[in-house]
């Protein structure tokens, strides 16, 4: 298992202001994930973030407004940039371990609300 | 085109009412199929990954079992702290990622 922590919790921004949301998990990955989940909605997958390499982003999700880094094996951030009511969500980021078994983590969540 | 249907999206139990959710899936090719319990406002929980059909999982008073097109999660005697989102994904062998449910919400009244 694994040990994920985010940061902030939760916040409050203004439009037109970003955030960057942080990720620290206690052990090395090498596939960490940023979802997204809006209220009342499953979870939706913004980008796949590699160590060493680009962020992968999936339809609809651009790297201008949701900038991602991965530093090393530990650790990733996410930015929502230029934020809208819109990107009120859940931010979520996530682990893989792989091997003899495949499980995947999740962190506690970063509520974003935007004014 | 790879899918997962949960249903039903909303289920309500009286506390000691055993009952079970239902995922069923679509892919070409499954490496493992998940199973998550979250609360509001937080995130996704671990629960079980299930590999083959006729495996299964236990944990406290949930089970999970697997066939090649469904996935049942077995609540027994549920008490009212099992209220939660339980969410079901796969994950395909031909993708790195995971293909989630829109979830069933359980709530268990006392």
């Known amino acids: 298992s694994a040990v994920i922590s985010q940061k902030p919790s939760r916040d409050i921004c203004q439009r037109g202001t970003s955030l960057t949301i942080q990720c620290q998990v206690d052990s090395q990955v090498t596939m960490m994930f940023w979802y997204r989940q809006q209220p009342g909605q499953s979870l939706t997958l913004i980008a796949t973030a590699n160590q060493g390499s680009e962020a992968t982003y999936e339809s609809g999700f651009v790297i201008d407004k949701f900038p991602i880094s991965r530093p090393n094996l530990t650790f990733s951030t996410l930015t929502v940039s230029n934020m809208s009511p819109e990107d009120s969500s859940i931010y979520l980021c996530s682990v893989e371990f792989t091997g003899p078994l495949y499980e995947q983590y999740f962190g506690p969540g970063t509520r974003l609300t935007v004014t | 085109e790879d899918q997962v249907t949960q249903s039903p999206e909303a289920l309500r139990l009286q506390e000691g009412e055993s009952s079970s959710l239902n995922c069923s899936y679509t892919v070409s090719g499954l490496r493992g199929l998940f199973w998550y319990r979250q609360d509001p406002g937080k995130g996704p929980e671990f629960l079980f990954t299930?590999?083959?059909a006729g495996e299964e999982k236990e944990k406290e008073r949930l089970k999970a079992t697997l066939t090649k097109k469904e996935s049942f999660l077995h609540i027994t005697a549920p008490k009212p702290e099992d209220s939660a989102t339980y969410l079901c994904a796969v994950y395909p062998d031909s993708s790195y990622k995971l293909i989630f449910g829109s979830g069933t919400r359980l709530l268990v009244r006392p």
């Open positions: 299930l590999y083959s």
